[in-house]
């Protein structure tokens, strides 16, 4: 997809934004408000402005906010998105696909929370208190024995 074409698109899913915000007779400003996103960034939302927009890093949540808020389904939401602005420079086109530097990511920090579990449930294991057993009662026979004088 060219340039001329993806910012075609992106215009449009900023168009439709603004209409479904506007069907629902929701300001931009209250938008703004209860998102605690900035106005400028709801507006370069709504405009599909992509000189605009804001950091892809921050943009989904963005747009969660936003469909929240409107009453927009936020998954078919960051869908649209993805469909209006198509594969990124070094994206994978394929949807849902995990980039590999991610995916490590994540299984490094499944073995780290993995260990410091481990490391915790072994201190915890070796800091309990031991139980002793309970004191011996003296026999009978020594109950029964007459005291010495």
Known sequence: MDGGE???RVAAF??????????????REEVARLTRI???VVEALESGDAARMPPRAYLFG?????AG???LDADDLVLRWQEAEGPGEGEAAAPGAV?????????????????????????????????LAPPERPSRALERAPAAR
């Open 99 to 131: 980039p590999e530097r991610r995916r490590s990511l994540a299984l490094g920090l499944a073995l780290a929370a993995a260990l410091v579990l481990a490391l915790a449930a072994a201190w915890l294991w070796s800091a309990r208190p031991r139980t």
């Open 38 to 40: 900035a106005p400028a």
């Open 14 to 27: 900023g168009r439709w934004l603004r209409q479904e915000r506007e069907l629902r007779g929701l300001p």
């Open 69 to 71: 808020v409107v009453g």
């Open 6 to 8: 993806r910012e075609a």
């Open 62 to 66: 963005y747009l969660r906010g936003y």
